[in-house]
C-alpha cells in the first residue's frame, strides 16, 4: 500500500516538474521573440514603420486603454465572436443529429454540404451584407458560416464511426433511435465535440474580422483596415495583439470547459 502511495505521489511531482518545464520554455520563447522584435525593430533590421515594436504597440494600446476607445472596440468584436462561436457550435451539432437521425435527409443534404466546404465563406460576405443588413447581424452571421459546416461535418462523422453494436444492443432492448442517440452515440462523441470548440475559437475569430473589415464601423476588425487607410501600422499590429491575447484566453477557458466535462462525463 506504501510502495503505491509513494509511486502516486512521484507521479505526481513528475506531472508538475513537466508542467513547470512546460511553462518555462513557453515563456522563454515568448520573452525572446519579443526581445528580437524590439532589437530588429531598433536596427533597423525590420522595417520599424511596416512592423513597428512592441514598445511602441504597449504605449498605444495604453493610451486607447486609458482613453477607452480600446474597450469600445475590444466589447464589440468580443460579443461578436462568442455570439458566432456558439451558435456555430450548437447549430453544427444539431445539424449533424438530423443528418444522423435520417439517413434520407443525409443523403440529400450530402452534395449541398461539400458545396458549401468548399466554397470560401468570405466570398458570401459582400451577399450577407446586403441580404442583412450592415450591422451586427451580418458580422455574426459570418462568425457563424465559417464554423457551423465544418462542425457538422466532423460531428456527423464522429456518429457515424461509433461501434454500431452498442446501437443493435440498445435495440434489442426495445430502445428508441433517439434513446440510442441519447445513451450511446452522442456520449461516444462528445470528445470530438470537445475538440470542435477548439477548433470554432479560431474560425468564429476569423469569420467575425473579416465581417468587420467589409461593414463594421466598430471593432478591431475596422481598427485594423483603418490603421492600413492612415498607415498607423502601430495601430494595426496593437490590434493584432490584442486578437490574439483574446484568442488566447478562449482557446483556455475552452480547456477547462473540456476537462470539466470529461470529468463528470466519466
Known amino acids: 500500500m506504501k510502495n503505491d502511495e509513494t509511486l502516486f505521489t512521484a507521479y505526481q511531482k513528475n506531472l508538475k516538474r513537466e508542467r513547470k518545464i512546460i511553462l518555462s520554455w513557453q515563456l522563454l520563447i515568448l ?10 525593430s531598433k536596427m533597423y533590421w525590420i522595417d520599424p514603420l511596416l512592423f513597428s515594436s512592441p ?15 480600446m474597450f469600445t ?23 449533424a443529429s438530423s443528418l444522423w437521425s435520417s439517413n434520407r435527409f443525409s443523403r440529400i443534404m450530402d452534395p449541398y454540404l461539400v ?12 451577399i450577407i451584407i446586403v441580404a442583412l443588413g450592415p450591422g451586427y447581424l451580418s458580422i455574426i452571421t459570418m462568425g457563424f458560416l465559417v464554423s457551423v459546416i465544418i462542425t457538422t461535418l466532423t460531428v456527423y462523422s464522429a456518429f457515424n464511426e461509433v461501434d ?18 441519447k445513451e ?36 478591431l476588425g475596422y481598427l485594423i483596415i483603418y490603421g492600413f487607410q492612415v498607415f498607423d501600422f502601430t495601430l494595426v499590429m496593437s490590434s493584432l495583439v490584442i486578437i490574439a491575447i483574446l484568442a488566447a484566453m ?11 466535462l470529461i470529468k463528470n462525463t466519466k
Request: with cysteine; glycine share 8%; aromatic share 12%.
Open 115 to 126: 458545396v458549401l466546404n468548399a466554397m470560401p465563406k468570405v466570398a458570401l460576405g459582400p
Open 184 to 219: 450511446a452515440v452522442f456520449p461516444a462523441t462528445l470528445p470530438t465535440i470537445i475538440s470542435m470548440l477548439k477548433v470554432n475559437v479560431g474560425l468564429s475569430w476569423v469569420g467575425v474580422i473579416v465581417g468587420e473589415y467589409l461593414v463594421s464601423k466598430q471593432g
Open 164 to 181: 454500431p453494436n452498442y446501437e443493435k444492443v440498445l435495440k434489442s432492448f426495445g430502445a428508441t433511435k433517439w434513446q440510442c442517440f
Open 31 to 40: 520573452i525572446s521573440f519579443i526581445s528580437l522584435w524590439e532589437v530588429s
Open 73 to 95: 472596440h475590444l466589447s464589440v468584436t468580443l460579443f461578436e465572436t462568442i455570439l458566432g462561436f456558439i451558435i456555430g457550435t450548437i447549430g453544427g451539432v444539431i445539424i
Open 55 to 69: 514598445t511602441r504597440i504597449t504605449l498605444s494600446l495604453f493610451e486607447r486603454f486609458i482613453n477607452g476607445s
Open 250 to 260: 478562449m482557446y483556455k477557458i475552452v480547456e477547462r470547459i473540456e476537462r470539466w
